[in-house]
Each structure stands twice: as structure tokens, then as C-alpha cells.
């Protein structure tokens, strides 16, 4: 098992004539067994005269980042009854399939691939929320910097897997969560270790809490499109513009006027999407790599919204595959599966930055 370990680090902030002013950095990396979940979980901590950050992860349970506080506000929000029964929570991870999977099966050059026989806590045709979420993932490399702490944790998708039976792409999958004075940033990795094409998709589902006076609580969202689903909320394919629909993000909204389950897309990437907590004066801002082109806006609960960023739409790869035979170049954008060649990597990264307003 990992070691914890503890380093104060003080550097120089600036210099005020004649006096030199030092502020002490507090970083703190380490694997605990956690009283609350009864398992090990990662602990990474940021503190300095101004902030004090704390998260928390549970590779037992599907690498879920459980907690994850800002002087004392509670940035993610956690059920931990749920979370012991790997039900949906905290912040879980979507791959490879994020989200719904039409008809429980996906055709992918030429070959269809069953999920019929996946049993979900809920939603389970279609099947929802991928397949490594409720899985145990291993420790990996944890390190410290002079002004930030970093863990890992990674899951394997090999023959004799239950992963594998559903998505037989050999495939390691890592996550690397960086803790630094703005924020959290989660940084993954696929690794095809196969010999054929893998197709897939990725994602975080966090749980934001909803405070009282959802009035004071708003959201930012620049997107030009919101994709149309139909009752099972499964993507049609076509688009709609978000300025003729009663979804449009685009200046922040109040959550209390807001009942969504939509996937919005053509985000405008020179702005990056928030929640506001007017009341707690301070701002969360979503900032992703360029293969996050997706974002689900689901806020149809009392206590919490989730605000997703995604890799591609939901049910990307038979939307992929139906944009194919069809030839639909328009299709194919709106699906945008990643697909990774044998032997070949692909990353990228959504960071969490705090600003206090």
C-alpha cells in the first residue's frame, strides 16, 4: 500500500520594500481508510493562509471522487448510502460507453457487441452510465510538486474481465487527479492494446449540491445546439438550436426555472461553462480539453445538478455507425466517437477551477 506522506513547502510570494513577505503552502497525499465509506480511499489536500481544498477518492468504489470541498463548501455532493451500494453519486466515470446505449447492443465496423445481459441499479434499458463505474480500480503513482499534489488510478479491460465480455478491446484506462490553489483537474488515458480499432467515449458525471434559494444558483452553458431525444432520451440525431428552444443557456439561469435531462453540443470553447453560488460567492468553472464536445445538463433533483462534460453524444457509437451508412457528415460530428487505433493513446482533461467572486 501506498505511504502517506506530508511536505510544507514555503515559497516566496513577492517582495514588499524592505520586507519579504513568505506564505507557507500545506500539500498532503495520502491512502486512508476512510470511516465513511469503510474502504481505502485517496486523500489529496491543499491549504494555504487563504484555502483549504480537500479530495477524496475511492478507487473500491469505481474511482469515484466522493468528495471534493472548497473552505468548507462542498463542491461535489455524495450520498454515501448510495455511494456503498455503487449506486450514482459523488462524481463517477463514464467509459467506454458513456450514458445510454440504445436497444442495449452497438454495431461497430460491421461487428455487433451484446450488452443484454449487463444488470444495472437503474435504467437498465437502455443501459445507462457505461461499465467501469462500479468496478475496482487499482492505486498508481502518487507524487507532490511545489504547489500541487497528484494521485492515479487506472482499470484494465483484459480477457477474463466481466468489463472485457461486454467490450472485448484490450485497454487500460487511467485517470491522474491533480490538486492544486484553483482547483481539481482530471486528467485520463486510454491505451489501445489491442489489435483492432477501439471505439468509445468518456465522461464525468459529478453531483453538485443545490443549496436553499436556488434562485441565487445559476448556470452558464455556451452551446449553440441541444440535441433531440426521444422518450427514452436517446439521441435522434438531429440538432436544434438552442436560441428556439426554452434551454438556452447562453446567458446564466436560475436552476429553479430550469427542468432539463438534454445534451447540449457546439460549445463556444473561448468560454468556459459555470455554476454560480451567488449566495457562497464563488464560481465553478468547467475547463476541458478540445475532445470534450458534449456537455448533458440534468437538473430534475432537489438536492444536487449535474453538469457533465462529455467526449461525444450519448448512444455515440450506433450514431456513429448509422452516420457511416448513411454517409451523414453531420451525423458524424454530432456522434463524435473517439476511435483509437491498435497500440495507440489518446488524452484529455477537465479541470474544476474555483473562483470566489
Given amino acids: 500500500k501506498q505511504k502517506p506522506f506530508n511536505k510544507n513547502f514555503s515559497f516566496w510570494l513577492f517582495l514588499l520594500h524592505p520586507q519579504i513577505i513568505v506564505m507557507k503552502v500545506h500539500m498532503h497525499s495520502a491512502v486512508i481508510q476512510d470511516s465513511k465509506t469503510d474502504k481505502d480511499s485517496i486523500v489529496l489536500s491543499y491549504s494555504d493562509a487563504n484555502k483549504n481544498i480537500e479530495v477524496r477518492i475511492s478507487p473500491y468504489f469505481g474511482s469515484n471522487i466522493?468528495?471534493?470541498t472548497y473552505n468548507g463548501h462542498e463542491i461535489f455532493y455524495c450520498d454515501y448510502d448510495l455511494l456503498k451500494t455503487r449506486d450514482w453519486t459523488g462524481c463517477f466515470i463514464l467509459w467506454p460507453l458513456p450514458n445510454r446505449v440504445r436497444d442495449?447492443?452497438?454495431?461497430?465496423?460491421g461487428q455487433i457487441y451484446s450488452l443484454e445481459t449487463i444488470q444495472r441499479k437503474g435504467g437498465n434499458y437502455p443501459?445507462?452510465?457505461g461499465l467501469v463505474d462500479d468496478q475496482?480500480?487499482?492505486?498508481?503513482e502518487m507524487k507532490e510538486y511545489e504547489m500541487l499534489v497528484q494521485a492515479s488510478t487506472y482499470i484494465d479491460v483484459v480477457p477474463g474481465t466481466q468489463i472485457y465480455e461486454y467490450f472485448?478491446?484490450?485497454?487500460?484506462?487511467?485517470l491522474t487527479f491533480t490538486l492544486d490553489q484553483n482547483g481539481l483537474r482530471v486528467d485520463y488515458r486510454v491505451?489501445?492494446?489491442s489489435n483492432k480499432n477501439l471505439p468509445f467515449g468518456f465522461a464525468l458525471h459529478p453531483y453538485f449540491p443545490l443549496p436553499l434559494g436556488t434562485d441565487n444558483t445559476k448556470v452558464f452553458l455556451p452551446a449553440r445546439s441541444v440535441m433531440e431525444s426521444d422518450e427514452e432520451l436517446l439521441p435522434t440525431g438531429n440538432l436544434i438550436d438552442v436560441q428556439t428552444v426554452e434551454c438556452n443557456l447562453n446567458m446564466p439561469v436560475s436552476i429553479s426555472d430550469l427542468s432539463l435531462d438534454h445534451v447540449f453540443t457546439d460549445i463556444d470553447r473561448t468560454k468556459s461553462p459555470y455554476i454560480d453560488y451567488l449566495n457562497q460567492k464563488m464560481r465553478v468553472h468547467f475547463e476541458s480539453s478540445e475532445d470534450f464536445t458534449h456537455m448533458v445538463v440534468y437538473t430534475k433533483e432537489k438536492s444536487s445538478i449535474c453538469l457533465e462534460n462529455q467526449t461525444g453524444s450519448i448512444d455515440m457509437i450506433n450514431l456513429h455507425n448509422r452516420a457511416m451508412k448513411e454517409k451523414d457528415d453531420?451525423?458524424?460530428?454530432?456522434?463524435h466517437l473517439l476511435i483509437l487505433s491498435p497500440q495507440q493513446e489518446h488524452k484529455g482533461f477537465v479541470f474544476y477551477r474555483?473562483?470566489?467572486c
Fill in 66 to 68: 466522493y468528495q471534493f
Fill in 136 to 140: 475496482e480500480w487499482q492505486i498508481g
Fill in 127 to 129: 443501459l445507462i452510465h
Fill in 354 to 356: 474555483i473562483e470566489e
Fill in 191 to 193: 491505451v489501445n492494446r
Fill in 104 to 109: 442495449k447492443k452497438f454495431e461497430f465496423e
Fill in 330 to 335: 453531420t451525423l458524424l460530428k454530432a456522434s
Fill in 168 to 174: 472485448p478491446f484490450e485497454s487500460r484506462l487511467t
